[in-house]
């Protein structure tokens, strides 16, 4: 069965890295997988700037850079298009920040509405933007109203990079659980690193360890995995 998975979320939330963790994830079981990077809004950081190192995992990318603007418009949306198309077990949409991004992937609605499909929605509480829950959830609705889909679930993925700490993942925990009540989504993961995972071990909802794949541009880049 052909799963098609959206990811959406505010400027910064982490959304390419939880792309990009799932796609991993999803490669070493062994499932044929397809990213299409629909992040036109932030110049610096997205999923297709991976595309080698993903590729040499056996992923396919599509990561049409220039879908924002009016250059060869057909083309490119046929290089989306042919994502519903394939016989790939798992794809997984990258989509562009808030509302203006979340444009772009509303021009596949119809195609995953009669697909089928599973949109999360990623948060990030140290975000300047989204400071508060309530912030998070009208952003939410921006982004649904824009793409014309609507989300299944939370990732809750608040860090602040490197330097996050226990105290900064519990904490973010209450916001996660706050932003999940207003929605009235579920929570389908909580994220957070190997090393901070022991604190979140007898907290009922699902934990998701996963790696830091971007980089700042001043931080050493990140190393992909050579091999499945």
């Not at 824009?146 to 904490?171: H, K, P, Y």
């Not at 389908?188 to 090393?195: G, K, M, Q």
């Not at 009922?204 to 971007?214: A, H, M, N, S, Y």
Request: charged fraction near 20%.
């Amino acid at each position: 069965m052909r799963e098609h998975i959206v990811i959406i979320g505010h400027y910064g939330s982490g959304k390419t890295t939880v792309s990009l963790n799932l796609v991993i994830e999803a490669a070493r079981a062994g499932k044929s997988v397809t990213l299409v990077d629909l992040d036109i809004v932030n110049p610096y950081f997205r999923s297709g700037d991976s595309a080698k190192e993903l590729e040499r995992l056996g992923v396919r990318v599509i990561a049409p850079q220039m879908l924002g603007t009016t250059s060869d418009a057909p083309a490119i949306r046929a290089e989306v298009m042919s994502a519903f198309d394939s016989s790939t077990d798992l794809t997984i949409f990258d989509a562009g920040g808030d509302d203006a991004g979340a444009a772009v992937l509303g021009r596949f609605h119809e195609n995953l509405t009669q697909s089928g499909y599973t949109m999360l929605y990623v948060i990030n509480a140290f975000r300047p933007m989204t400071k508060t829950p309530v912030q998070s959830a009208e952003i939410l609705r921006e982004i649904e109203c824009s793409c014309r889909l609507r989300a299944n679930g939370i990732i809750g993925n608040s860090n602040l990079g490197a330097v996050t700490t226990a105290q900064d993942v519990l904490e973010s925990l209450l916001y996660t659980r706050e932003v999940s009540r207003l929605t009235g989504l579920p929570i389908t993961a909580v994220n957070t690193t190997e090393e901070l995972a022991p604190v979140l071990a007898d907290i009922p909802e699902p934990v998701r360890i996963i790696r830091r794949l971007v980089r700042f541009p001043w931080e050493a880049a990140p190393q992909m995995p050579q091999k499945l």
